[in-house]
């Protein structure tokens, strides 16, 4: 996206409020979709030039949007697309914006056999103006797709391609340190293309921020301050108006109208809008109250032909603001709020993630309690930030960036360019309340100084301050992290120390990675592996297990999970494990709500591909036993159980703290808090507790002595109930008595 100086369009005072007349007889901006078959032909690499011949042989058919390993391509190189396409007289003759919503990763593009240019970037809009190029009849759209491979030596050092997971991750085919870690390439036209058509002028670059006014003395005045480009095809100055209609979107309330005269000029206009707003209904995330939104429509029209419209743009946005204090404390609209999240990662093809299928996956999350997402070192498609906002579900995002790149300076000015994009495009979601450059930069992660020869401690340091700088001026808005650190990546229990390590003091405020892999039941590893390949017992089964992600040392050496006897109890014991270090982790964590921990980010939620990993739903999204663990341990009012072990001898009496921890922003007077103890399915003893609950709070009641325990399974249940009786959270704990 190119860069726009501001233009002031008009100042706040000389805005004149009105109606728009929506009956207005005139065309309004259409489009073209350009989806469906393509001919598809991979080829061996050329460089590129503006009079690339086309080969004539060899032509396949191939569906646009599609990455092209999700249709039976496994290649990584370059490829060439091709769609004809008719026009009609009316559609030649208009202005034309050629708009590609995804290509991954570098596209030239030549339309009637004109050289538009080149895109490098996966996850960015773009587009070229084709007014001139289009004619009657028949067309010919060519895109010349590169998705290559990072070069071998130290790759995942000293990469150049901004991919993040796509390219290189741990949880991609083959993994991230074998030679197979870059096979099933994501490269194609994974997302919608279209030809948009507009009369005389196009509204380009549109972004919206809403924010609170500086310069009114009202508390609930809000500004809408909207940019864009209007690109113009009159020969001369024209008069047009501008008008701006906000309306409610998913909810019953007041609209806000304006209009302004503009003087249209020939070719490139800067456009700046500051629309004043007062009282609007505010976005809440769902736990809290409703993600109210609103549509921002910007409408322009020539005052001299009839009113008749020459382009419409809009934008759906929300009111909100969110902060952090010194202490890395979120608030919400002036609310605190702890995060109990989770990192996602939807797929490994993002043409295959469908609305139905993100609208599964946030259910579910929502469904286990989770009220924020970590978008894990990628930017995803746009439907899934369209449902976040909708859904009232809190996003922090991540820049593709993944461990080490080139410090270059082509590459540096590329990741800054890519940079501002993603914000420029994005900005315009409530859902999202964080940016964050670089995941694991070489700078903090002392690990890779063991692995590469050619580790240095510097290496992206400047990279990522010039990123930050960039992000922050640009949007002030939400909060802007140059990492996310080692020292908030707490593996213990799966790389290092044990799962019983989370019951020391958190050392820091957030913690956005910590989990376990497990194997997905049974009826999901078929569909992995053949028959003789479900019981891992050569080198080789292993091996092919490997390339499923299964990390084998982590599984039996550093966590001490047991094969088992059979398939049934390997997925058994390695469900258990996840499910254990979930609920042990995220308990302990919560029991230091604010002292110091605000914010926890289980990794991760759902398997990205037909694999063995952190997710607590596999590929097919059928839960695995740490789905539970987390929407129990995440439930907002929680009767938590401080325990250490999972096996005691015989004869111990051991203490359990009880606790009671309360998310929401509601006090509870009268409530109680009851404790049953089973021994093998009878209940032996019982406790309950008056309970008064302050809103946003958590405290210790007391400690619970158990009996002298006798051989055999135990289980402790917790319930908080309100005055009424009405129960508002629960839990259990099972153990063994030897």
């Known amino acids: 996206m190119h860069s726009f100086s501001i233009f002031k369009l008009c100042c706040l005072l000389g805005l004149l409020f009105s109606t728009i007349n929506a009956s207005a007889q005139s065309r309004i901006a259409s489009q073209l979709e350009l989806g469906g078959a393509w001919q598809f032909l991979p080829i061996e690499r050329v460089p590129v030039t503006s009079e690339l011949p086309l080969p004539t042989k060899g032509w396949q058919s191939i569906k646009v949007p599609g990455n092209w390993y999700r249709q039976g391509r496994d290649i990584s190189g370059q490829a060439w697309y091709q769609k004809e396409f008719m026009l009609d007289r009316r559609q030649s003759g208009r202005h034309a914006q050629l708009v590609f919503k995804g290509v991954d990763y570098r596209a030239d593009v030549w339309l009637n056999g004109h050289y538009l240019g080149q895109h490098i970037g996966y996850f960015q809009a773009f587009e070229f103006d084709v007014s001139k190029h289009l004619v009657e009849g028949k067309n010919t759209l060519t895109v010349l797709v590169d998705s290559p491979l990072e070069a071998p030596q130290d790759w995942s050092l000293h990469k150049r391609l901004i991919k993040g997971i796509f390219s290189h991750h741990d949880t991609r085919p083959g993994g991230a340190w074998s030679e197979r870690g870059q096979e099933q390439n994501t490269g194609g036209i994974w997302a919608p293309v279209a030809i948009e058509f507009s009369d005389d002028a196009a509204l380009r670059e549109l972004t919206v921020t809403p924010r609170k006014s500086k310069s009114s003395k009202l508390a609930d005045r809000w500004d809408v301050e909207a940019f864009g480009n209007v690109s113009s095809d009159v020969s001369h100055e024209t008069s047009i108006t501008i008008e701006a209609d906000i309306t409610p979107e998913n909810f019953k309330g007041k609209s806000y109208q304006f209009k302004q005269t503009y003087t249209l000029r020939p070719g490139q206009n800067n456009l700046a809008l500051k629309l004043p707003v007062d009282k609007p209904e505010l976005w809440w995330p769902a736990e809290y109250g409703q993600p109210n939104l609103y549509r921002l429509k910007l409408t322009l029209k020539d005052e001299g032909k009839n009113n008749r419209i020459l382009d419409q743009q809009d934008k759906v946005i929300g009111f909100r603001e969110v902060r952090v204090d010194d202490r890395l404390q979120w608030f919400i609209n002036g609310h605190r709020m702890f995060l109990r999240g989770t990192n996602y ?82 900005n315009h979601h409530p859902s999202i309340i964080s940016w964050t450059m670089h995941n694991e930069p070489p700078w903090d992660s002392p690990w890779m100084a063991q692995k590469y020869p050619a580790y240095t401690p510097d290496i992206n340091r400047k990279l990522d301050e010039l990123l930050y700088a960039d992000v922050k001026k640009l949007d002030d808005l939400r909060v802007v992290r140059k990492e996310s650190g080692i020292k908030e990546h707490e593996w213990m229990g799966w790389y290092f120390d044990s799962w019983q390590s989370f019951t020391r003091p ?55 999970v047991a094969q088992g006897k059979n398939i049934e109890e390997f997925i058994h014991n390695t469900q258990h494990y996840q499910a254990r270090l979930i609920q042990f982790a995220v308990e302990n964590y919560r029991r230091q709500r604010y002292a110091p921990v605000s914010a926890v980010f289980q990794f991760m939620f759902v398997e990205n591909w037909p694999s063995i990993n952190w997710g607590v739903v596999d590929y097919w999204r059928q839960p695995k036993a740490g789905y539970e663990a987390l929407r129990v341990a995440y439930q907002p009012i929680l009767p938590s159980l401080e325990w250490q072990q999972d096996e005691y001898k015989a004869g111990e009496s051991p203490k359990i ?29 019982q406790l309950k507790l008056p309970l008064e609950m302050l809103p946003d709070s958590g405290h210790k009641l007391r400690d619970y002595p158990l009996p002298s325990l006798q051989p055999g399974q135990y289980e402790l249940k917790a319930q908080i109930a309100d005055r009424n009786g009405k129960l508002m959270g629960s839990n259990h704990y099972r153990f063994e008595a030897r």
């Open 506 to 560: 958190a050392p820091n405020p957030w913690s956005t990675e910590f989990g376990a892999q497990a194997l997905p039941h049974l009826s999901s590893l078929k569909r992995m592996f053949k028959a003789d390949e479900l019981w891992p017992d050569t080198e080789a089964k292993w091996k092919k297990w490997e390339f499923h992600n299964f990390q084998r040392k982590e599984t039996f050496e550093l966590a001490h």
């Open 657 to 685: 703290g009880l606790w009671a921890i309360n998310d929401t922003w509601q006090g509870y007077e009268h409530a109680s808090y009851t404790i049953t103890l089973y021994n093998n399915g009878k209940q032996i003893d």
């Open 345 to 426: 990662i939807a797929s490994q093809w993002l043409a295959d993630m469908s609305p139905e299928r993100f609208k599964q996956d946030l259910t579910m999350m929502q469904k286990a309690n989770i009220n924020a997402i970590r978008v894990h070192a990628h930017v995803s498609a746009p439907t899934f930030y369209d449902l976040c906002d909708r859904m009232g579900i809190l996003v922090t995002q991540d820049f593709p960036l993944l461990w080490g790149y080139s410090d270059d300076e082509a590459f540096t000015i590329e990741a800054r360019s890519q940079a501002q994009d993603m914000v420029k495009g994005l």
